[in-house]
C-alpha cells in the first residue's frame, strides 16, 4: 500500500463541491464516488467526509448553493429601478444569463434525474418557480394565468438547455437571447 500524497492546500467545501460539480455533470449522479471526487482533488475520501457525511450531502449542498445563486440573480433584477416591462424583461433574460453562464449549475439544478436525490432535485425548482411566476405576475399589466406563466418558464428552460454544452459563453448567444425574450414578452403584453 502505498502512502497517500500531502495535500499541498487545505481541503475545503469549495473545492470539494467543484470537483464533485464537474464530475456529477460529467458521469452521472450514480456513476460518481466520494473516492473518485477525492481522486479527482488528490486526497483521501476520509478528508471529504470530514465535509459531508455521504455522497447525497454534498449533492444537496451543490443544490442549495445554485439556487440560492439564482435567487440573488432575482432578486438583484427585482431591485433595480425599472418600469415593470423592463424588469420582466431583465427577470427573463437573467434566467437565460444565469442557465448559460453557469451551465454545470445549471445541469445539476435541472436536468440530472436519479431516485436517490430526486427529493432534493425537485425541492429547488418548486422554490424558484414560485418565486419566478409571483414575479411574472406582479410584473405583467393584464391577468396572467399560471399556465401562461408555466408556458413562459418552460420556453427559457428549452432555450438554456438546447444551448447548454453548445455554447461557451451566454455572449454567445446573447442578441438571440434578448430576440427570444422580446418574442415571449409579446405574448404576455398583447
Known sequence: MTPRKSVARELTREMIMDAARDLFVKNGYMHV?????AKELGCSHGAIYY?????????YALVQEHFYMLDQKLEEILSKNLNPTEKLYEVLLGFIEF???NQSHYEIMFLIKDEEVKNFINE????VYEKFAQSVQSLCDKKITIQEI???FLSLHGFVTHYCRHVNTYEDVKEFAKVHVKFLLKGVFT
Open 33 to 37: 464516488s466520494m473516492r473518485q471526487i
Open 51 to 59: 465535509h459531508f457525511k455521504n455522497k447525497a450531502e454534498l449533492f
Open 99 to 101: 442557465g448559460l453562464t
Open 124 to 127: 429547488g425548482p418548486d422554490k
Open 150 to 152: 408555466y408556458s413562459i
